[in-house]
């Protein structure tokens, strides 16, 4: 097993960093926007408020060109669509997907049309479909809907589908688990990470077990995928028809890779689990108060998920564990504000009203 991380810089994307392991050859016209190589960060103030003893690393996938870890396996789809002769990409999206999409296409020229459920798209996530110039069609219906459309839009031939059921997604996304391994020197005990349409969550296993059969990682981790509660299809083993949560980005009710994520739980001796919207903002919060980490909500199901299972005994002391912190907090500052707790004092401009509101005078 190679113990030695490759140096990190400079860093190439993450197609040519694990070319080896990704159905490209030389000719293949690589669209990057030098996504990948994200922190590691240890987080153990999170583990101490929670009543931990066991180390706990947060893959910070919020650092990506376009804060979420959708640019891994969107390098992917968007330079196999410009290797395939593809003019046209389309999605539908909770908001990263769409943001990822329509910057990949923009950098490799190509047309993009995101398919959004209307007003159940964090901001942020917006503004990036507009800037970067998609075609933005919002839908009366919900993400189920809007995948629903895009599978029979790509039954057309005219427009190349960069959902995760296009396969190249889960290629380029399994190299977050590779950058973990690489970061640690072996696969930890456990992973943690929100499970929405389980893409990701196929995806890490994929690369967790590719590692494993390369021989640079002497083990698997038990994969904890956690959904929503109001959106929580593979835990309730049906699909959900109105789904409802705040966490956005994994509003889904009928995940395309749902096969992926039972698959992943059972080889792996995990598990599927939900948390309530309550227990998401109660991480969402302490992680950003005991870490100074701002993710968005999605993130912080897998960090309740850590509380419910330190409550219930099953992290072994000792434990390394890791989570995916899959997008960044900023993309939805609207929940934020709302759930933060206080507002911002407002008082006139002299240093003696500034000192009585702060208590110092
Ligand atoms: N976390 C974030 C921030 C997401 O945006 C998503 C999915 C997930 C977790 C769940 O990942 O779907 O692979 O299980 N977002 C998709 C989108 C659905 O359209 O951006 P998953």
């Known amino acids: 097993m190679n113990l030695v991380p490759k140096p990190a810089y400079p860093w190439p994307g993450v197609i040519r960093r694990y070319a080896d392991f990704l159905p490209v050859t030389a000719t ?14 240890p987080a153990p103030g999170f583990v101490r408020a929670i009543g931990g003893k066991f180390e706990l690393y947060l893959k910070y996938e919020a650092l990506n060109p376009t804060c979420s870890f959708k640019d891994r396996g969107m390098t992917m789809a968007i330079t196999k669509a410009l290797e395939r002769g593809a003019k046209a990409v389309v999605c539908a999206s909770t908001g990263n997907t769409s943001a990822s999409a329509a910057a990949y296409a923009a950098r490799a020229g190509l047309k993009c049309v995101v398919l959004l459920p209307e007003g159940k798209i964090a901001l942020g996530k917006l503004a990036q479909a507009l800037m970067y110039g998609a075609t933005t069609v919002s839908i009366r219906g919900n993400f189920d809907d809007a995948l629903r459309i895009v599978r029979e839009l790509g039954e057309t031939g005219l427009i190349e589908v960069v959902n995760s ?4 997604r889960i290629e380029g996304q399994k190299t977050a688990a590779f950058e973990i391994c690489d970061a640690l020197g072996d696969a930890p005990d456990f992973h943690f990470l929100p499970v929405g349409n389980a893409g ?3 995806a890490y296993w994929r690369g967790f077990s590719e590692y494993l059969n390369a021989g640079k990682a002497d083990t698997r981790p038990r994969m904890m995928g956690w959904q929503a509660a109001g959106a929580a299809p593979i835990v309730l083993g049906h699909p959900v028809e109105h789904p409802e949560t705040v966490a956005t980005a994994i509003r889904i009710g009928n995940p395309a890779s749902w096969q992926g994520a039972l698959t992943a739980a059972s080889e792996s001796g995990g598990a599927i689990r939900s948390v309530t919207d309550e227990e998401i903002l109660h991480a969402y919060k302490l992680l950003a108060r005991t870490e100074g980490l701002m993710v968005e ?5 897998p960090l309740a998920g850590l509380i419910q299972a330190v409550r219930a005994g099953e992290i072994p002391d000792g434990s390394l564990v890791t989570a995916t912190m899959t997008g960044h907090g900023l993309k939805d500052p609207d929940t934020a504000i709302r759930v933060a707790g206080f507002e911002p004092i407002v008082t006139d401009a002299t240093r003696e009203a500034v000192a009585s509101a702060i208590g110092l005078s």
């Open 28 to 41: 293949t016209p690589v669209v990057t926007l030098l996504e990948g190589n994200t922190p590691l960060v």
């Open 200 to 202: 990701n969550i196929t």
């Open 165 to 168: 059921i296009n396969p190249v």
């Open 297 to 301: 909500p999605a993130c912080a199901a």
